[in-house]
């Protein structure tokens, strides 16, 4: 499974997601594609989005917790690392 999540999406990668992903929300990209497909999508993601697109990523991962964390640019949260656990800070200082 894939999940990703953006501020702003260039509209040729914007279309490209809606190909793969259903878009429950404006800039919200929700797939369950196989992880060699999502690794290519991932990388899609990252050569071709600005910093300004503001892209966390979620995808599954075969060890524990099950998932693993990208960020590209500046999020409204942000993404820290608690004993090797990757989370996401609603507020800074609340850890």
Not at 14 to 39: C, H, Q, T, Y
Not at 72 to 86: A, C, N, V, W
Request: aromatic share 6%.
């Amino acid at each position: 499974m894939l999940v990703v999540i953006a501020n702003h999406l260039p509209p040729a990668v914007r279309g490209r997601m809606k190909l793969w992903f259903i878009e429950p929300r404006p800039n919200v990209f929700v797939s369950g594609v196989k992880d060699s497909v999502a690794d290519g999508v991932v990388n899609y993601l990252i050569e071709h989005c600005p910093m300004e697109s503001g892209l966390i990523i979620f995808q599954r991962a075969n060890k524990t917790p099950g998932y693993k964390i990208k960020g590209l640019g500046e999020h409204i949260r942000k993404i820290t690392d608690l004993s090797g656990l990757q989370l996401i800070q609603e507020k800074e200082g609340d850890l």
